[in-house]
């Protein structure tokens, strides 16, 4: 029974791709066939795809002086060796797709009311405890319905949403550690009816407030096969790299 689950989800997942989006991509119509995004080649970085001239901008990170050179990378590899990570929904039956549509990000499908953990530790961001997507509107900050967002101790942004709850006392600015249960997988904001939850990993950005930014802007499979088998791969150097290339311009 556990098998024809997953493949259960996999199934919904090809159904839910085109249409939840962290969730904010807008919802298609039921006979369009998924188009996804094809990840981008190992070691590199995908830029997403322009966005339409009718979307509001997110609020750009101002750029450093020009005499404040860059840390080197090893550095920021170096300073996530020290932190721990986690499989983000603690649950035996989970599935996701290594792709999404529109941007970088992935869906992980598990049954409704799974706990939802933070992946490392690091500070809360930004909340969502009110619902007020509403059916068919564009794109928009409010397509995640409930969520929550960290900043690691790596310096990397995790973002998760459609969440059906939010757990006691996570508010912004609450310091978290890696496995804390953050709320509890649902179908909330722009995710098609179906159990969820959208992840997206990010730079920190403006923090709170950039959307498009903060709904995923790298390729988290890759990560989430490590982080599943107990392994500790480092999203850090590929998120400072898409920072350098986009200046927080998704």
């Known amino acids: ?22 969730g904010d991509a ?44 860059a840390p080197p990378a090893s550095a920021a590899v170096n300073v996530a060796k020290t932190v721990k990570y986690v499989f983000p929904v603690k649950a035996s039956n ?52 409930l969520f929550v967002s960290i900043l690691g101790d790596d310096g990397v942004r995790y973002y998760g949403s459609h969440l059906s709850k939010v757990t006691a006392g996570i508010r912004a600015g609450v310091r978290v550690t890696a496995g804390q249960s953050l709320g509890k997988v649902g179908h909330t904001g722009n995710a098609n009816n179906v159990c969820h939850l959208h992840y997206g990993v990010s730079p920190p950005c403006a ?8 709904r995923g802007v ?15 791969k480092s999203p850090v150097a590929t998120v400072a790299a898409w920072k350098r290339s986009h200046n927080c311009k998704a």
């Open 1 to 22: 029974m556990r098998l024809l689950r997953t493949l259960s989800g996999l199934t919904v997942a090809a159904v839910c791709l085109a249409g939840c989006g962290g």
């Open 26 to 69: 807008g919802a298609p119509s039921a006979a369009v066939t998924p188009q996804f995004v094809a990840p981008a080649e190992s070691g590199a970085t995908a830029a997403p795809p322009a966005t339409p001239a009718s979307d509001a901008p997110a609020r750009p990170e101002p750029s450093a002086p020009a005499t404040t050179p």
């Open 94 to 145: 989970v599935a996701y797709h290594p792709t999404h549509a529109k941007y970088p990000a992935t869906d992980i499908f598990a049954d409704c009311g799974e706990p939802v953990v933070a992946t490392t530790s690091g500070v809360v961001l930004e909340i969502s405890l009110k619902d007020v997507y509403v059916k068919g509107s564009p794109d928009g900050p409010y397509n995640g319905g």
């Open 207 to 214: 923090k709170v407030g950039d959307w498009k930014v903060r």
């Open 218 to 232: 790298i390729w988290p499979a890759g990560f989430l096969d490590s982080w599943r088998k107990k392994g500790q």
